[in-house]
């Protein structure tokens, strides 16, 4: 029977045997791994040390940098606080100057009406007196030519200029 020399047992200076071959190759192994295992855990432990330094920079440059940086938002947000504000100032000055454009709008739009009504009201007026003239214009006229016969019914230049006159200052007064 072949077996390993490891596991052959080990005869001790007084004859017997010092441990079972099974336990001391079990034991070597267990030494071996826990080497092994000591190994990978320094290993990892260094890695572990460099990046809790890293952290360690990381939260003082953080701390370094937050107090700026929280004052530097807290500058952003008031200004735009105060925009919004002047913006919300703003839209109620336009509302109201919008609302004030609105009723000078709507006077303007009732002097017009009002000045329109009275130039319509003084053509009228106008026509009426215009009309009773010279219907008293044509009866002294019909009375004239009664007086005299002879005399040709076209009107004088003076009832001319009367009449070119009268529409004249109706356009005036209408414009």
Same mark, same amino acid.
């Given at each position: 029977?072949?077996?390993?020399?490891?596991?052959?047992?080990?005869?001790?200076?007084?004859? +017997?045997?010092?441990?079972? @071959?099974? !336990?001391?190759?079990?034991?070597?192994? !267990?030494?071996?791994?826990?080497?092994?295992?000591?190994?990978?855990?320094?290993?990892?432990?260094?890695?572990?040390?460099?990046?809790?330094?890293?952290?360690?920079?990381?939260?003082?440059?953080?701390?370094?940098?937050?107090?700026?940086?929280?004052?530097?938002?807290?500058?952003?947000?008031?200004?735009?606080?105060?925009?919004?504000?002047?913006?919300?100032?703003?839209?109620?000055?336009?509302?109201?100057?919008?609302?004030?454009?609105?009723?000078?709008?709507?006077?303007?739009?009732?002097?017009?009406?009002?000045?329109?009504?009275?130039?319509?009201?003084?053509?009228?007026?106008?026509?009426?007196?215009?009309?009773?003239?010279?219907?008293?214009?044509?009866?002294?006229?019909?009375?004239?030519?009664? +007086?005299?016969?002879?005399?040709?019914?076209? @009107?004088?230049?003076?009832?001319?200029?009367?009449?070119?006159?009268? !529409?004249?200052?109706?356009?005036?007064?209408?414009?």
């Amino acid at each position: 029977m072949a077996s390993d020399p490891s596991l052959q047992p080990e005869i001790g200076p007084d004859g +017997l045997s010092r441990e079972a @071959p099974v !336990i001391a190759y079990t034991e070597r192994k !267990i030494e071996e791994e826990q080497l092994q295992l000591r190994k990978f855990i320094e290993e990892n432990y260094s890695k572990i040390r460099d990046v809790e330094r890293e952290l360690a920079n990381l939260t003082m440059e953080m701390k370094l940098t937050a107090g700026p940086k929280k004052a530097a938002l807290e500058h952003l947000r008031k200004k735009i606080e105060m925009s919004t504000e002047r913006i919300r100032v703003a839209k109620q000055k336009e509302e109201q100057a919008q609302k004030v454009w609105e009723a000078a709008s709507q006077a303007v739009k009732d002097e017009e009406a009002m000045k329109q009504k009275l130039c319509e009201d003084l053509n009228n007026l106008v026509k009426e007196s215009s009309s009773t003239q010279f219907s008293r214009l044509e009866e002294l006229k019909r009375r004239l030519e009664a +007086l005299n016969p002879s005399r040709a019914s076209a @009107p004088s230049p003076y009832v001319r200029y009367l009449l070119f006159h009268f !529409i004249y200052l109706l356009i005036i007064f209408c414009a």
